[in-house]
């Protein structure tokens, strides 16, 4: 009996060594370093000595920080619950239509979403164009003149979080689609027998039922938009005048720019624990409601 | 009834209009494409006035697309086929064999779905360049193989296989190797295909890593590389949007052939926090 649990035991170990050798080199040494090298002045590559605390006071003192703590806090506030919406109208919409049609569309609505990063951002910048871009006669014709939208600090972090909306958008209408599918046509139809409006079945049917989705999508919404960095830096690089620096380009500048492992890491240690913290929540609000 | 229909129809005709324009932009990238430059800057046309191809020959041929297209299947596919392979065994030990620590390291698998890996980069640097990687396909790809979801479906599905089957392979002395490869995953061949995929997507598509891990343009992946294009030869606009479709066209394929399996592993993924 025991050497059957040790040959049992065995054959364990070796099926996780490979995934858990990986995971202690590649992400749990680097968690454990990111924390280290957060408390020392040292550069990118290299040592540093302790300084304790001195890299977070460093950062609470620079005007940067802050800008980017605000940039960060607005393109949430810009996409989060904007995304969750749209993808909740969209998928009304579609779930409502049949067979190849609703095939059709959702592809059309989809396809942004697998597309990589800086393909939505060069069509953008395109579509975009101060002088020869499509939607500057949408601009144009709604504020009168042509607007070279990520050079205008006004424009600039409403744009990207619009880029961000349609690049997105694919999946949270996925997650509602597969909500409304759920919701019992009986409820629809017991509903309309008694005379209720269109405006009446959403509100006290689809609404309610859908809302377990809705936390799902706004939530992940939440952490994914917190690390924002990439459509940022290839559309405006955090400009025009730092209006759209975002964290995780702090942690980019001070690192890899600047030389400052140190500093560097004590922005990524912020970040890492938002979103940790967002992370928990949002897992004790789904298991509350899962039960 | 006669009202609803024409609120049905209004309702129809509203969802392709919204759908036209959210393609839009897809459109206008594709005819951009085609068009010769000269005409992209001169006249706004939805049709080109004629086919050119002449952005997809440079684009092919004068940048390095080529390059870069090796460099990200080579990268995102032994991504893919590595995530898979350690994945499905650390799931298949973690639901199938008693032994101990089992529940503490499900846990930790758990947990680290909540860490964002973007906040490793600096460290992840460090790494990298301890082991001489940096600039490499072994060092774009290392980071990117702990993906802890495909580790946590494999299991939940792995879960639901009947108890007997194992066994009854046990009877006939299979090793678990042997019932991991030749039943289990056989078993679950869609759900290996659908994470495979995404994996694929994901890994192509992956930015912040392979840009910060490769300077040198010939160790760029499409995804990096076709930012550096403007700065090498300017702004223009038919070519632009040529090596954008070029570079897409890897996962809007996989998309387009695999949609199901794609919503599928999306679907599992998130459902997981749900």
């Known amino acids: 009996m025991t050497s059957e649990r040790r040959s049992k035991t065995l054959t364990a170990v070796l099926m996780i060594t490979p995934f858990v050798l990986t995971y202690l080199t590649v992400f749990a040494y680097p968690v454990y370093k990111m924390f280290a090298l957060s408390f020392t002045n040292a550069p990118l590559i290299g040592e540093g000595e302790w300084i304790g605390f001195d890299n977070y006071l460093k950062l609470l003192n620079q005007k940067l920080f802050f800008t980017s703590v605000w940039n960060t806090g607005y393109f949430v506030v810009l996409t989060v619950i904007p995304n969750t919406l749209i993808g909740l109208g969209l998928a009304l919409m579609v779930v409502r239509l049949k067979g190849w049609l609703q095939s059709l569309i959702l592809v059309l609505f989809f396809l942004p979403y697998i597309l990589p990063v800086s393909v939505v951002t060069q069509i953008w910048e395109w579509v975009l164009d101060q002088q020869f871009g499509i939607a500057q006669h949408v601009i144009e014709f709604v504020t009168g003149r042509r607007i070279s939208v990520f050079r205008d600090p006004l424009w600039a972090m409403p744009m990207v979080a619009l880029v961000t909306i349609w690049w997105t958008n694919g999946f949270n209408l996925l997650l509602f689609i597969a909500g409304l599918r759920n919701i019992p046509a009986d409820y629809y139809e017991a509903a309309m027998l008694d005379g209720a409006t269109r405006w009446q079945c959403f509100k006290r049917i689809t609404w309610p039922l859908i809302w377990p989705v809705t936390a799902l999508v706004l939530t992940l919404q939440l952490i994914l938009q917190l690390k924002i960095f990439d459509q940022v830096y290839l559309m405006t690089e955090g400009g025009p005048f730092n209006s759209t620096y975002v964290l995780l380009q702090l942690v980019y500048r001070e690192a890899f720019r600047l030389n400052h492992g140190g500093i560097g890491s004590a922005v990524a240690v912020f970040l890492f624990l938002i979103i940790v913290t967002v992370s928990v929540l949002q897992y004790q609000l789904l298991r509350v409601r899962g039960r | ?274």
């Open chain 2, 1 to 274: 009834m006669q009202r609803k229909s024409i609120g049905n129809i209004l309702l129809l005709l509203l969802t392709l209009c919204v759908a036209c324009m959210w393609a839009f932009p897809l459109y206008w990238a594709a005819v951009t494409s085609m068009k010769p430059e000269q005409e992209v800057v001169t006249k706004t046309t939805f049709i080109p006035d004629v086919f050119n191809f002449s952005a997809y020959y440079f684009a092919l041929f004068e940048t390095n697309l080529a390059t870069w297209y090796v460099n990200s299947l080579v990268t995102s596919i032994t991504v893919t086929a590595v995530v898979i392979l350690i994945s499905v065994m650390c799931a298949y030990a973690l639901s199938q064999i008693v032994f101990p620590g089992r529940r503490l390291l499900y846990g930790i698998i758990l947990a680290s779905f909540m860490v964002p890996s973007q906040a490793l980069v600096v460290s992840q640097f460090v790494l990298m360049y301890r082991f001489g990687l940096i600039n490499t396909w072994g060092g774009i790809i290392l980071p990117q193989l702990i993906v802890p979801v495909v580790v946590i479906v494999y299991k939940q599905f792995f879960d639901s296989v009947p108890k007997e089957l194992r066994e009854a392979a046990k009877l006939d002395g299979c090793g678990d190797f042997q019932i991991l490869f030749r039943l289990y995953l056989p078993l679950n061949w869609g759900i290996t295909t659908a994470l495979a995929i995404i994996t694929y997507i994901m890994a192509w598509n992956a930015f912040l890593w392979p840009f910060l891990v490769t300077n040198s343009e010939e160790m760029m992946t499409v995804t990096v590389g076709i930012t550096q294009v403007d700065d090498a030869f300017g702004v223009k606009y038919a070519r632009d949007m040529a090596v954008a479709i070029l570079a897409a066209m890897p996962v809007a394929l996989a998309y387009l052939l695999f949609q199901k399996r794609v919503t599928q592993a999306l679907m599992l993924s998130s459902g997981i926090k749900g």
